[in-house]
């Protein structure tokens, strides 16, 4: 799974009709790799009606609310009738404006109701010796996830994306060993909460200064990795292209692997 995070770009809708048409074209014949990109609200409509097969179309944040008296809030259900199927849930850059583990909790409920896959972001700050991101994405799961049925589980998404690797002022992307660690601290603490045969199913993606370079060996199957989520190289289409090429090696390997293993 290959998601891209466009945030506060582009400028115009017209450059968002273009740029969307790219990746969906570059995406279209990718095999074996699921293709989406979370955009802002306001261009969903419009994107939704180009009727591109190639990449799924997302939001990148949710009102806690159904409806009511909330200026300026947009709602999980109005975000699916616009041709949204999945959007963003917790990302750091909502966390640091104020959203608190509560609201990512309610917030997550909304987008199942309303059918669309919530990408639950988890991530630490900064890294100490004694473990201590460790029980900070551990508590950000559990704070977020506990009391969702199994049933619904199943459709979630998460995204670990480290802090300190995230935007323009990143220090450096995770490495493959830092990515492994924290898949298996993920997956254990989605066992934990739904049992193992639900959590082998939900995706784990690595966000975080992904590039074409890096992109390849987030993908490896020993970091436990299932996807990445794409922010600034989400904004090139012969980058992105680059990135989603490297997801359909991986996946043929994996599926020759599989066909071996029979
Ligand atoms: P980046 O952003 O790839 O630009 O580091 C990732 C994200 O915030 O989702």
Not at 244 to 261: E, F, H, P
């Amino acid at each position: 799974m290959i998601i891209g995070n466009w945030k506060l770009y582009p400028a115009t809708l017209a450059e968002a009709e273009k740029l969307f048409r790219m990746i969906a074209h570059a995406a279209v014949s990718a095999r074996g790799v699921r293709v989406g990109v979370c955009v802002p609200a306001a261009y969903l409509p419009a994107l939704a009606r180009l009727r591109e097969r190639g990449a799924i179309l997302g939001a990148q944040d949710v009102s806690v609310e159904k409806e009511g008296a909330f200026t300026g809030e947009i709602s999980a259900s109005m975000l699916a009738s616009c041709g949204a199927k999945m959007v963003i849930i917790g990302h750091s850059e909502r966390r640091a404006r104020g959203e608190r583990d509560e609201d990512v909790a309610k917030k997550l409920r909304g987008a199942l109701a309303a059918s669309l896959v919530p990408i639950l972001c988890v991530g630490e700050r900064e890294r100490g010796s004694e473990g201590e991101h460790i029980a900070f994405v551990h508590h950000q799961l559990l704070a977020a996830l506990r009391g969702i049925p199994r049933a619904k589980a199943v459709s979630l998404v998460i995204a670990y994306e480290p802090i300190w690797a995230i935007g323009k002022n990143a220090t450096r992307a995770a490495t493959a060993v830092e990515a492994l660690e924290m898949s298996i601290v993920i997956r254990r603490t989605l066992a934990e909460l739904f049992g193992r045969a639900v959590a082998d199913q939900i995706p784990i993606l690595y966000g975080g200064s992904v590039d074409a370079k890096n992109a390849d060996a987030f993908l490896d199957p020993t970091t436990g990795m299932n996807g990445l989520l794409v922010g600034r190289a989400s904004l090139s289409p012969a980058v992105f292209a680059k990135i989603i090429v490297a997801g359909t090696l991986r996946s043929s390997t994996r599926v020759g692997m599989a066909k071996r293993k029979k």
